[in-house]
T-cell receptor
Framework: DTGVSQNPRHKITKRGQNVTFRCDPI?????LYWYRQTLGQGPEFLTY????????KSRLLSDRFSAERPKGSFSTLEIQRTEQGDSAMYLC?????????????FGPGTRLTVL | DQQVKQNSPSLSVQEGRISILNCDYT??????FLWYKKYPAEGPTFLIS?????DKNEDGRFTVFLNKSAKHLSLHIVPSQPGDSAVYFC??????????FGTGTRLKVLA
């Protein structure tokens, strides 16, 4: 098991373009989370899946953001019409289905730069 | 509204000494707390956690203390090693699967 993987690791795009990131969780984990981290801040929760169901979304996730986990395995996070304020590290995490009191395992993140 | 605060952005400690990282929270509904360590270009790595029914949890060189009345937790690393140099984040949850993270403390362990 190689842990949580994320692709791409870096993405540079121009304002107004659409971008999509992929997250592959640890295989036996059925919970998957997306966070965003900006400079000098801790990770901020964006959304959470249990299997393929998206159960919670943060107010940070505007209409330009959409996340999917079609078969309960990998997940994608799409940002449409990117803005410079979207520049951040996007982190994916996964965990076992043992209630909320279990650690989330994070991937290395995708660093997005919007020019 | 910063519900989880790490007021020390950085800390330097000599190798072999104790490192103490602090975290304060405001939401009394939080009942599970975690510490993560982050190296550059990597995602956060889980270190240790504590439930609100306990006031101490220990794992090797790492001990987390929870003071519920003060809404304060701390991470003790003893003895500190150069490989412990990283950014440390505390996180809290009230059972909603959503972790609220602090802003991090950069620990530098000097050889």
């Amino acid at each position: 098991d190689t842990g949580v993987s994320q692709n791409p690791r870096h993405k540079i795009t121009k304002r107004g373009q659409n971008v999509t990131f992929r997250c592959d969780p640890i295989s036996e984990h059925n919970r998957l989370y997306w966070y965003r981290q900006t400079l000098g801040q801790g990770p901020e929760f964006l959304t959470y899946f249990q299997n393929e169901a998206q159960l919670e979304k943060s107010r940070l996730l505007s209409d330009r953001f959409s996340a999917e986990r079609p078969k309960g395995s990998f997940s994608t996070l799409e940002i449409q019409r990117t803005e410079q304020g979207d520049s951040a590290m996007y982190l994916c995490a996964s965990s076992y289905d043992r209630g909320p009191y279990n650690e989330q395992f994070f991937g290395p993140g995708t660093r997005l730069t919007v020019l | 509204d910063q519900q989880v605060k790490q007021n020390s952005p950085s800390l330097s400690v000599q190798e072999g000494r104790i490192s103490i990282l602090n975290c304060d929270y405001t939401n009394s509904m939080f009942d599970y707390f975690l510490w993560y360590k982050k190296y550059p270009a990597e995602g956060p790595t889980f270190l240790i956690s504590i439930s609100s029914i306990k006031d101490k949890n220990e794992d090797g060189r790492f001990t987390v203390f929870l003071n519920k009345s003060a809404k304060h937790l701390s991470l003790h690393i003893v003895p500190s090693q150069p490989g412990d140099s990283a950014v440390y984040f505390c996180a809290a949850t009230s059972g909603t699967y959503k972790y609220i993270f602090g802003t991090g403390t950069r620990l530098k362990v000097l050889a």
